[in-house]
Protein backbone atom coordinates (compact mmCIF):
# COMPACT_ATOMS: atom_id res chain seq x y z
CA UNK A 1 0.00 0.00 0.00
CA UNK A 2 1.20 3.35 -0.85
CA UNK A 3 2.41 5.86 2.43
CA UNK A 4 2.82 8.90 -0.02
CA UNK A 5 0.39 9.86 -3.01
CA UNK A 6 1.50 12.48 -5.84
CA UNK A 7 0.39 16.51 -5.10
CA UNK A 8 -2.25 15.96 -7.40
CA UNK A 9 -3.92 12.99 -5.41
CA UNK A 10 -3.23 14.22 -2.12
CA UNK A 11 -5.10 17.68 -3.15
CA UNK A 12 -7.95 15.31 -4.24
CA UNK A 13 -7.57 13.58 -1.40
CA UNK A 14 -8.02 17.05 0.59
CA UNK A 15 -4.97 15.91 2.12
CA UNK A 16 -3.68 19.07 0.70
CA UNK A 17 -5.29 22.65 0.49
CA UNK A 18 -5.00 24.67 -1.89
CA UNK A 19 -4.19 27.73 -0.40
CA UNK A 20 -0.96 26.30 1.07
CA UNK A 21 1.18 25.67 -1.94
CA UNK A 22 3.82 27.50 -2.72
CA UNK A 23 4.57 28.63 -5.82
CA UNK A 24 7.00 25.43 -7.19
CA UNK A 25 3.99 23.30 -6.19
CA UNK A 26 1.51 24.62 -8.26
CA UNK A 27 3.98 24.29 -10.87
CA UNK A 28 4.22 20.74 -10.23
CA UNK A 29 0.22 20.34 -9.66
CA UNK A 30 -0.72 22.30 -12.78
CA UNK A 31 1.56 19.33 -15.04
CA UNK A 32 0.41 16.36 -13.35
CA UNK A 33 -3.10 17.95 -13.77
CA UNK A 34 -3.02 18.26 -17.69
CA UNK A 35 -1.15 15.25 -17.84
CA UNK A 36 -4.35 13.60 -16.31
CA UNK A 37 -6.52 15.72 -18.04
CA UNK A 38 -7.75 17.01 -14.78
CA UNK A 39 -7.10 21.00 -15.53
CA UNK A 40 -10.58 21.88 -15.82
CA UNK A 41 -11.50 20.01 -13.12
CA UNK A 42 -8.99 21.47 -10.95
CA UNK A 43 -10.68 24.95 -11.80
CA UNK A 44 -13.70 24.33 -10.17
CA UNK A 45 -12.48 22.28 -7.16
CA UNK A 46 -10.90 25.92 -6.14
CA UNK A 47 -13.64 27.90 -7.43
CA UNK A 48 -15.70 25.76 -5.26
CA UNK A 49 -13.80 27.84 -2.14
CA UNK A 50 -13.91 30.85 -3.34
CA UNK A 51 -9.95 30.39 -3.87
CA UNK A 52 -9.56 31.86 -7.14
CA UNK A 53 -8.81 35.28 -6.66
CA UNK A 54 -5.98 34.61 -4.53
CA UNK A 55 -4.21 32.10 -6.47
CA UNK A 56 -0.58 32.93 -8.04
CA UNK A 57 -1.25 34.46 -11.89
CA UNK A 58 0.63 31.77 -13.62
CA UNK A 59 -1.70 29.18 -11.78
CA UNK A 60 -4.80 31.24 -12.40
CA UNK A 61 -4.48 31.61 -16.24
CA UNK A 62 -3.84 28.13 -16.43
CA UNK A 63 -6.92 27.04 -14.92
CA UNK A 64 -9.25 29.30 -16.22
CA UNK A 65 -7.70 28.49 -19.93
CA UNK A 66 -8.33 25.10 -19.45
CA UNK A 67 -11.93 26.05 -17.98
CA UNK A 68 -12.09 28.33 -21.47
CA UNK A 69 -11.26 24.93 -23.44
CA UNK A 70 -13.66 22.58 -21.97
CA UNK A 71 -16.41 25.07 -22.39
CA UNK A 72 -15.57 25.28 -25.72
CA UNK A 73 -15.64 21.51 -26.28
CA UNK A 74 -18.99 21.38 -24.62
CA UNK A 75 -20.78 23.96 -26.97
CA UNK A 76 -18.90 22.77 -29.95
CA UNK A 77 -20.53 19.19 -28.49
CA UNK A 78 -24.38 20.50 -28.03
CA UNK A 79 -24.20 21.49 -31.53
CA UNK A 80 -23.13 18.31 -32.74
CA UNK A 81 -26.07 17.10 -30.97
CA UNK A 82 -28.09 18.81 -32.69
CA UNK A 83 -26.92 17.33 -36.12
CA UNK A 84 -27.18 13.81 -34.35
CA UNK A 85 -30.87 14.15 -33.39
CA UNK A 86 -31.71 15.19 -37.34
CA UNK A 87 -29.77 12.60 -38.26
CA UNK A 88 -31.60 10.63 -35.62
CA UNK A 89 -34.95 11.64 -37.16
CA UNK A 90 -37.14 8.62 -38.12
CA UNK A 91 -34.16 6.14 -36.82
CA UNK A 92 -35.76 2.94 -35.78
CA UNK A 93 -33.86 3.65 -31.90
CA UNK A 94 -33.15 6.29 -29.59
CA UNK A 95 -30.40 8.42 -29.69
CA UNK A 96 -28.42 6.91 -26.85
CA UNK A 97 -25.25 8.79 -25.20
CA UNK A 98 -22.52 7.89 -23.39
CA UNK A 99 -19.63 8.72 -21.07
CA UNK A 100 -18.86 12.25 -21.78
CA UNK A 101 -21.35 13.52 -23.43
CA UNK A 102 -24.06 11.97 -21.30
CA UNK A 103 -22.51 13.90 -18.33
CA UNK A 104 -22.98 17.06 -20.11
CA UNK A 105 -26.25 16.57 -21.38
CA UNK A 106 -27.72 15.38 -18.12
CA UNK A 107 -25.43 18.23 -15.72
CA UNK A 108 -23.81 15.43 -13.99
CA UNK A 109 -20.85 16.37 -11.66
CA UNK A 110 -18.24 14.91 -13.98
CA UNK A 111 -18.86 17.15 -16.29
CA UNK A 112 -17.73 20.33 -14.79
CA UNK A 113 -14.47 21.04 -16.05
CA UNK A 114 -14.25 17.43 -18.14
CA UNK A 115 -12.68 17.67 -21.96
CA UNK A 116 -13.29 15.12 -24.00
CA UNK A 117 -13.49 14.31 -27.71
CA UNK A 118 -15.27 11.74 -29.21
CA UNK A 119 -19.04 11.40 -29.32
CA UNK A 120 -19.96 7.88 -28.03
CA UNK A 121 -23.52 6.50 -28.90
CA UNK A 122 -25.35 3.25 -28.22
CA UNK A 123 -27.48 1.45 -30.43
CA UNK A 124 -29.03 -1.71 -30.83
CA UNK A 125 -26.87 -4.44 -33.14
CA UNK A 126 -30.01 -4.75 -35.33
CA UNK A 127 -29.93 -1.17 -36.13
CA UNK A 128 -26.06 -0.69 -36.48
CA UNK A 129 -26.12 -0.95 -40.30
CA UNK A 130 -29.71 1.59 -40.47
CA UNK A 131 -27.51 4.38 -38.02
CA UNK A 132 -24.48 4.12 -39.87
CA UNK A 133 -26.23 4.57 -43.12
CA UNK A 134 -27.95 7.94 -41.80
CA UNK A 135 -24.67 9.60 -40.17
CA UNK A 136 -22.67 8.56 -43.60
CA UNK A 137 -25.92 10.47 -44.84
CA UNK A 138 -25.34 13.44 -42.62
CA UNK A 139 -21.46 13.44 -43.66
CA UNK A 140 -20.20 11.42 -40.99
CA UNK A 141 -17.64 8.52 -42.76
CA UNK A 142 -15.32 6.15 -41.73
CA UNK A 143 -11.79 7.00 -40.54
CA UNK A 144 -10.39 4.04 -41.65
CA UNK A 145 -11.07 2.30 -44.79
CA UNK A 146 -8.50 -0.67 -44.35
CA UNK A 147 -10.24 -3.80 -44.72
CA UNK A 148 -8.77 -5.86 -42.08
CA UNK A 149 -9.80 -3.20 -39.52
CA UNK A 150 -13.37 -3.13 -41.03
CA UNK A 151 -13.51 -6.46 -40.35
CA UNK A 152 -11.99 -6.61 -37.03
CA UNK A 153 -14.34 -4.57 -35.94
CA UNK A 154 -17.55 -5.39 -37.41
CA UNK A 155 -16.89 -8.77 -36.55
CA UNK A 156 -15.07 -8.74 -33.25
CA UNK A 157 -15.54 -5.73 -31.57
CA UNK A 158 -18.26 -3.86 -30.20
CA UNK A 159 -18.05 -0.97 -32.13
CA UNK A 160 -17.59 0.15 -35.75
CA UNK A 161 -14.69 2.04 -36.62
CA UNK A 162 -14.80 5.78 -35.60
CA UNK A 163 -16.85 8.41 -37.87
CA UNK A 164 -15.56 11.68 -39.06
CA UNK A 165 -17.54 14.39 -40.56
CA UNK A 166 -16.29 15.55 -43.75
CA UNK A 167 -16.57 19.61 -43.06
CA UNK A 168 -16.66 19.86 -39.05
CA UNK A 169 -14.09 16.97 -38.06
CA UNK A 170 -16.70 15.87 -35.06
CA UNK A 171 -16.27 11.79 -34.17
CA UNK A 172 -19.10 9.52 -33.59
CA UNK A 173 -18.13 6.45 -31.60
CA UNK A 174 -21.08 4.08 -32.81
CA UNK A 175 -21.37 1.57 -29.79
CA UNK A 176 -23.77 -1.35 -29.96
CA UNK A 177 -22.40 -2.83 -26.35
CA UNK A 178 -20.10 -1.69 -23.79
CA UNK A 179 -17.20 -4.31 -24.37
CA UNK A 180 -16.13 -6.41 -27.27
CA UNK A 181 -18.34 -9.93 -28.38
CA UNK A 182 -15.14 -11.46 -27.88
CA UNK A 183 -14.93 -10.82 -23.52
CA UNK A 184 -15.80 -13.36 -21.22
CA UNK A 185 -18.18 -10.37 -19.46
CA UNK A 186 -19.45 -9.26 -22.38
CA UNK A 187 -22.96 -8.45 -20.93
CA UNK A 188 -26.42 -8.46 -23.03
CA UNK A 189 -26.50 -4.72 -24.29
CA UNK A 190 -30.51 -5.41 -24.29
CA UNK A 191 -30.40 -4.32 -20.64
CA UNK A 192 -29.04 -1.64 -21.27
CA UNK A 193 -30.78 -0.15 -23.50
CA UNK A 194 -33.98 -0.84 -22.02
CA UNK A 195 -32.93 0.62 -18.51
CA UNK A 196 -31.84 4.08 -20.47
CA UNK A 197 -33.44 7.13 -19.38
CA UNK A 198 -35.22 9.95 -21.61
CA UNK A 199 -33.76 13.69 -20.67
CA UNK A 200 -36.23 16.20 -20.10
CA UNK A 201 -36.31 19.75 -20.96
CA UNK A 202 -33.97 21.10 -24.05
CA UNK A 203 -32.68 17.27 -24.48
CA UNK A 204 -35.72 15.74 -24.48
CA UNK A 205 -35.91 12.62 -26.94
CA UNK A 206 -32.23 11.86 -26.18
CA UNK A 207 -31.43 9.27 -23.41
CA UNK A 208 -28.91 8.48 -21.42
CA UNK A 209 -28.02 5.23 -19.50
CA UNK A 210 -29.33 4.75 -15.62
CA UNK A 211 -27.56 6.29 -13.15
CA UNK A 212 -26.48 2.72 -11.85
CA UNK A 213 -25.46 1.81 -15.53
CA UNK A 214 -23.52 4.88 -15.97
CA UNK A 215 -21.47 4.05 -13.43
CA UNK A 216 -21.12 0.05 -14.13
CA UNK A 217 -20.16 1.55 -18.01
CA UNK A 218 -17.37 3.74 -16.71
CA UNK A 219 -16.03 0.75 -13.91
CA UNK A 220 -16.31 -1.68 -16.97
CA UNK A 221 -14.17 0.87 -19.54
CA UNK A 222 -11.50 2.14 -16.84
CA UNK A 223 -10.58 -1.52 -15.46
CA UNK A 224 -10.69 -3.48 -18.91
CA UNK A 225 -8.95 -0.27 -20.41
CA UNK A 226 -4.86 -1.06 -21.30
CA UNK A 227 -3.98 2.31 -21.82
CA UNK A 228 -3.92 4.23 -18.47
CA UNK A 229 -3.04 7.55 -18.89
CA UNK A 230 -6.40 9.42 -18.12
CA UNK A 231 -6.99 6.68 -15.77
CA UNK A 232 -6.80 9.41 -12.98
CA UNK A 233 -9.50 11.38 -14.31
CA UNK A 234 -11.89 8.29 -14.87
CA UNK A 235 -12.01 7.73 -11.29
CA UNK A 236 -12.96 10.81 -10.44
CA UNK A 237 -15.48 10.43 -12.80
CA UNK A 238 -16.53 7.40 -10.99
CA UNK A 239 -16.16 9.44 -7.69
CA UNK A 240 -18.66 12.07 -9.04
CA UNK A 241 -21.01 9.43 -10.27
CA UNK A 242 -21.10 7.23 -7.10
CA UNK A 243 -21.85 10.66 -5.26
CA UNK A 244 -25.23 11.25 -6.75
CA UNK A 245 -26.45 7.13 -5.86
CA UNK A 246 -27.55 7.32 -2.20
CA UNK A 247 -27.01 4.33 0.47
CA UNK A 248 -30.15 2.78 -1.24
CA UNK A 249 -28.78 2.61 -4.61
CA UNK A 250 -25.15 1.70 -3.40
CA UNK A 251 -26.53 -1.57 -2.26
CA UNK A 252 -28.79 -1.74 -6.12
CA UNK A 253 -25.68 -1.23 -7.74
CA UNK A 254 -23.94 -4.63 -6.46
CA UNK A 255 -26.89 -6.29 -7.88
CA UNK A 256 -27.18 -4.91 -11.06
CA UNK A 257 -23.56 -5.36 -11.24
CA UNK A 258 -24.20 -9.09 -10.94
CA UNK A 259 -27.27 -9.26 -13.39
CA UNK A 260 -25.34 -7.75 -16.20
CA UNK A 261 -22.34 -9.97 -15.29
CA UNK A 262 -19.90 -7.00 -14.64
CA UNK A 263 -19.16 -7.14 -10.46
CA UNK A 264 -15.59 -7.09 -11.11
CA UNK A 265 -15.15 -4.00 -12.10
CA UNK A 266 -17.35 -2.31 -9.85
CA UNK A 267 -15.70 -3.94 -7.11
CA UNK A 268 -12.40 -2.47 -8.44
CA UNK A 269 -14.08 1.12 -8.63
CA UNK A 270 -14.82 0.90 -4.91
CA UNK A 271 -12.03 -0.41 -4.23
CA UNK A 272 -9.86 1.96 -5.51
CA UNK A 273 -12.37 5.11 -4.80
CA UNK A 274 -11.63 4.58 -1.29
CA UNK A 275 -8.17 4.12 -1.49
CA UNK A 276 -6.94 6.43 -3.61
CA UNK A 277 -9.48 9.24 -3.74
CA UNK A 278 -10.81 8.65 -0.05
CA UNK A 279 -14.51 8.30 -1.23
CA UNK A 280 -16.81 8.06 1.89
CA UNK A 281 -19.58 5.22 2.49
CA UNK A 282 -18.67 2.31 -0.07
CA UNK A 283 -17.70 -0.16 2.74
CA UNK A 284 -21.36 -1.63 2.37
CA UNK A 285 -21.01 -2.04 -1.52
CA UNK A 286 -18.18 -3.54 -1.56
CA UNK A 287 -18.89 -6.28 1.68
CA UNK A 288 -21.61 -7.64 -0.64
CA UNK A 289 -19.31 -7.65 -3.74
CA UNK A 290 -16.77 -9.84 -1.24
CA UNK A 291 -19.44 -11.66 -0.24
CA UNK A 292 -20.33 -12.92 -3.74
CA UNK A 293 -16.78 -13.99 -4.21
CA UNK A 294 -15.51 -10.93 -6.23
CA UNK A 295 -12.33 -9.88 -4.79
CA UNK A 296 -9.61 -11.55 -6.54
CA UNK A 297 -7.39 -14.00 -4.72
CA UNK A 298 -4.32 -11.67 -5.62
CA UNK A 299 -6.17 -8.38 -4.83
CA UNK A 300 -2.51 -7.81 -3.64
CA UNK A 301 -0.95 -7.76 -6.65
CA UNK A 302 -3.63 -5.88 -8.51
CA UNK A 303 -3.33 -3.19 -5.80
CA UNK A 304 0.51 -3.37 -6.56
CA UNK A 305 -0.31 -2.67 -10.23
CA UNK A 306 -3.77 -0.38 -9.92
CA UNK A 307 -2.19 1.99 -7.42
CA UNK A 308 0.79 2.97 -9.82
CA UNK A 309 -0.76 2.72 -13.18
CA UNK A 310 -3.87 5.24 -11.65
CA UNK A 311 -1.11 7.89 -10.74
CA UNK A 312 -1.27 11.10 -12.66
CA UNK A 313 0.64 9.85 -16.33
CA UNK A 314 3.93 12.34 -15.43
CA UNK A 315 7.87 11.40 -14.78
CA UNK A 316 7.18 12.85 -10.76
CA UNK A 317 4.27 10.41 -9.76
CA UNK A 318 6.61 7.26 -11.15
CA UNK A 319 8.43 4.89 -9.35
CA UNK A 320 10.52 2.17 -10.93
CA UNK A 321 8.03 -0.27 -11.57
CA UNK A 322 5.40 1.90 -12.76
CA UNK A 323 6.43 1.23 -16.27
CA UNK A 324 6.29 -2.60 -15.87
CA UNK A 325 2.80 -1.99 -14.15
CA UNK A 326 1.32 -0.30 -16.87
CA UNK A 327 2.36 -2.63 -19.35
CA UNK A 328 0.92 -5.73 -17.73
CA UNK A 329 -2.34 -4.19 -17.40
CA UNK A 330 -2.21 -2.95 -20.98
CA UNK A 331 -1.43 -6.95 -21.86
CA UNK A 332 -4.12 -7.83 -19.06
CA UNK A 333 -6.64 -5.64 -20.70
CA UNK A 334 -6.38 -7.28 -24.36
CA UNK A 335 -6.14 -10.49 -22.43
CA UNK A 336 -9.74 -10.02 -20.97
CA UNK A 337 -11.34 -8.90 -24.54
CA UNK A 338 -10.08 -11.34 -26.47
CA UNK A 339 -9.35 -15.13 -26.53
CA UNK A 340 -5.48 -16.06 -27.24
CA UNK A 341 -6.33 -18.25 -30.34
CA UNK A 342 -7.73 -14.41 -31.76
CA UNK A 343 -5.49 -12.13 -29.88
CA UNK A 344 -2.11 -13.60 -31.11
CA UNK A 345 -2.55 -13.37 -34.87
CA UNK A 346 -4.20 -9.79 -34.63
CA UNK A 347 -1.05 -8.76 -32.94
CA UNK A 348 1.31 -10.49 -34.73
CA UNK A 349 -0.22 -8.41 -37.99
CA UNK A 350 -0.37 -5.27 -35.82
CA UNK A 351 3.21 -5.51 -35.44
CA UNK A 352 3.91 -6.67 -38.94
CA UNK A 353 1.97 -3.51 -39.91
CA UNK A 354 4.64 -1.33 -38.35
CA UNK A 355 7.43 -2.60 -39.32
CA UNK A 356 9.51 -0.49 -41.83
CA UNK A 357 9.02 -1.13 -45.88
CA UNK A 358 5.93 -3.17 -44.63
CA UNK A 359 3.93 -2.19 -48.15
CA UNK A 360 6.62 -3.31 -50.30
CA UNK A 361 5.58 -7.05 -49.52
Not at 164 to 184: C, E, F, M, Y
Not at 206 to 214: A, E, M, N, T, Y
Not at 248 to 257: F, I, T
Request: proline share 5%; aromatic share 8%.
Amino acid sequence: MRTSWPLLVAVLRKERAFKELNAAEWDLLIRQARRSQLLGHLYYLVDAQALLPLLPNGAFRHLDSARVQTEKQQRDFLWEIGKLRQAFTGASCSLIVLKGGAYTLACLAPHRGRSFSDIDLLVPFEALVDVEKRLMIHGWLPENKDDYDQQYYRRWMHEIPPLRHVKRGSVVDLHHNILPRTAKACPDAQLLLEAAVELTGEHQGIKVLSPLDRFIHSATHLFYEGELDKGLRDLVDLAGLIAELDADERLQLVDRARQLGLQRPVYYALRYLTLILHAPELQGAMRRLEQSGCQPKLIVVMDWLFLRALMPDHASCDDSWTGLARWLLYVRSHWLKMPLYLLLPHLSRKAWMRLPGKDQH
